[in-house]
């Protein structure tokens, strides 16, 4: 494995980290939940994402106790929490959002369906128009000097907002977030690599990004059709199903022109979609999500894809993909 810094925070995370969006509480149950976590822990992965609402906290329910009945030691991984959107399913006013009230409880409930102490990362799932800033931030600083969380950051707010989040910090002397967690692949790069540029130096930013594979569609598994039981047939994610596969089937037309590429390579499309993302030094950890361990195990190999990837590989992938 290999571990990087998470931005100017002297956190060290493995490059490649696991986590549980729609995986965990759905397609995966207690024993392949065990299985996955353990294979990621002996592959030297130490960091676990989750969030209050991935299936309705049952995501960090299961993490909990698996992560408790493999006994690893506390101190040798990092687990997150997300919030905003709310573990509920139809969630009341005060059950989701940034506010004071919602952020320290909802930091509470992740702390005892996680099963831990405190949240090493946590992290602001959406900007929330209805709370103001200042409240936001001064919750998280709250929850950082009580010792229940390490390191808070936000997970796609804009590069505007961010700035704000540290004007208000720094002007109330308060801790400022340190992470962000956005959205980073071959299909979708603007905001890491555009919006956020200014934010590395500024900041010391660190990036915890999110589906390198496209939910799936840069493994190729959706190149001659959606399977069965795979995550776009998952019943109430229709949405992300026309999200993922896109208008006219321009974006699988895209992924089909990774395996000849990954073959050059001695790989295959998953792994070497997941070293391009880690090929770009702002990203500290690329999450992987995985319903199967093969799939946790072929993944993991992008460890090895890394050095292959020189420049004109890279230049041909991003002009396979503009
Ligand atoms: P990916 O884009 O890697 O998608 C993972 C899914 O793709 C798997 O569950 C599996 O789906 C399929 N897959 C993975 N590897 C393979 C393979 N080798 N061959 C074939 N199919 C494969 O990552 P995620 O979208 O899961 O994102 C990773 C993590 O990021 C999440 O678990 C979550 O922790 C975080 N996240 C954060 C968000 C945020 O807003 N902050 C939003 C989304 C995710 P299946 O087997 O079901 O078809």
Redesign the pocket.
């Known amino acids: 494995m290999q571990y990087r810094r998470l931005g100017r925070t002297g956190l060290q995370l493995s490059a490649l980290s696991f986590?549980?969006?729609?995986?965990f509480g759905r397609?995966v149950g207690r024993s392949d939940a065990r299985e996955l976590l353990a294979l990621a822990w002996d592959r030297g992965v130490n960091f676990f994402?989750?969030a209050e609402t991935y299936n309705h906290g049952e995501a960090e329910r299961l993490m909990g106790d698996v992560l408790a009945d493999l006994r690893f030691p506390r101190d040798s991984y990092c687990v997150s929490s997300?919030v905003y959107f709310g573990a509920a399913e139809k969630p009341r006013p005060t059950q989701r959002g940034l506010s004071r009230k919602h952020v320290i409880e909802a930091c509470h409930q992740a702390l005892e369906r996680l099963r831990v102490g405190h949240l090493d990362l946590y992290l602001c799932?959406r900007p929330d128009p209805d709370t103001p800033i200042e409240e936001t931030v001064a919750a998280m600083d709250t929850l950082i000097r009580q010792g229940k969380v390490l390191y808070w950051g936000t997970?796609?707010w804009s590069a505007h907002a961010i700035d704000e989040a540290h004007r208000v910090a720094q002007a109330m002397h308060m801790y400022a977030p340190v992470v962000e967690?956005p959205?980073y692949?071959l299909l979708h790069r603007e905001r890491v690599e555009q919006e956020y540029a200014p934010l590395y130096e500024k900041y010391g930013m660190g990036t915890t990004i999110?589906?390198?594979?496209?939910?799936?569609l840069l493994?190729g598994?959706y190149n001659q059709g959606v399977p069965q039981g795979?995550?776009l047939t998952q019943p109430g994610y229709e949405w992300l199903r026309d999200m993922v596969l896109g208008e006219g089937g321009e974006r699988v037309e895209k992924a089909k022109a990774l395996p000849a590429i990954a073959a050059e390579l001695g790989t295959t499309p998953?792994p070497l979609a997941i070293a391009w993302c880690m090929s770009n030094p702002h990203v500290s950890t690329v999450?992987?999500?995985?319903?199967?361990k093969e799939?946790l195990e072929?993944?993991l190999s992008a460890l090895d894809v890394l050095p292959r990837l020189d420049a004109a590989i890279k230049a041909r992938l991003e002009q396979m993909f503009a």
């Open positions: 986590g549980a969006w729609v995986t397609q994402d989750n997300k799932h997970s796609e967690q959205q692949n999110w589906s390198p594979l496209a939910s799936g493994s598994k795979s995550r998953a999450l992987l999500g995985a319903s199967r799939q072929q993944n």
